[in-house]
């Protein structure tokens, strides 16, 4: 059974769309996190909640918007698409904050805007 | 602000041998240290992790120690295979209120037959 599941693994689309990608994971975490891969690989963070209730926002552009339905589903919403919007974006999840432990990482969207 | 430091890649080399790869880490307190591996086209997988110092994760014959008198992770295998090819990322994590990993840039290892 895979633990962090996202959809689409691949998104293709046009510069001004919206689009969304959705986050779910079985673990039984209460926090969840999205991170952004550059073209050269670099990981950085962009948003973390714990039990539906958002933690970090790494000043990203408000044309992201993270919502969380209940605590297994994380999702992003990306308004009017850029070009340096093209990136790999992963969903992670952990258990409860403060723990320190181990986020378990979905396989990633990978997003070309065109 | 808290950082890692990894040594840059690509690191080329023949099967069976001695891998290591340089991790160093600015934090202040006490983080938690992680390598995690990419493997081609694929998601984040944690390799190993140490939370306090003097600790040694190891899996899959990979292993690294935490080092708080010189802020290192390093990770070492002793002997390479083909199917180690993968990108390389370490990472640390204080957790707290804001339970984020921050990683370093990522060493792309690339082992020949």
């Known amino acids: 059974d895979t633990a962090v599941s996202q959809t689409p693994k691949y998104l293709v689309t046009q510069m001004g769309n919206d689009k969304s990608i959705k986050c779910e994971q079985n673990l039984g975490h209460d926090t969840m996190y999205w991170y952004k891969q550059d073209s050269k690989k670099f990981l950085k963070i962009m948003f973390s909640?714990?039990?539906?209730?958002?933690?970090i926002n790494e000043t990203v552009p408000n044309r992201f918007s993270p919502k969380s339905p209940d605590k297994a589903h994380l999702n992003l919403h990306i308004n009017s698409l850029e070009l340096g919007d093209s990136a790999v974006y992963f969903c992670?999840?952990?258990?409860?904050?403060?723990?320190?432990?181990?986020?378990?990482f979905g396989p990633g969207t990978r997003l070309l805007v065109l | 602000g808290d950082s890692v430091t990894q040594m840059e890649g690509p690191v080329t080399l023949s099967e069976e041998a001695f891998l290591t790869i340089n991790c160093t880490y600015t934090a202040t307190g006490y983080p938690s240290l992680f390598w995690y591996v990419q493997y081609p086209g694929e998601g984040l997988q944690l390799l190993l992790k140490a939370t306090k110092a003097d600790d040694k994760g190891s899996n899959k014959g990979f292993e690294a120690t935490y080092r708080k008198e010189t802020t290192s992770f390093h990770l070492e295998k002793g002997s390479v295979q083909v199917s180690d090819s993968a990108v390389y990322f370490c990472a640390l994590e204080k957790g707290g209120a804001t339970n984020k990993l921050i990683f370093g840039t990522g060493t792309l290892l690339a082992v020949q037959p």
């Open positions: 992670a999840s952990s258990h409860p904050r403060g723990g320190k432990e181990t986020q378990y």
């Open positions: 909640y714990n039990n539906k209730e958002l933690i």
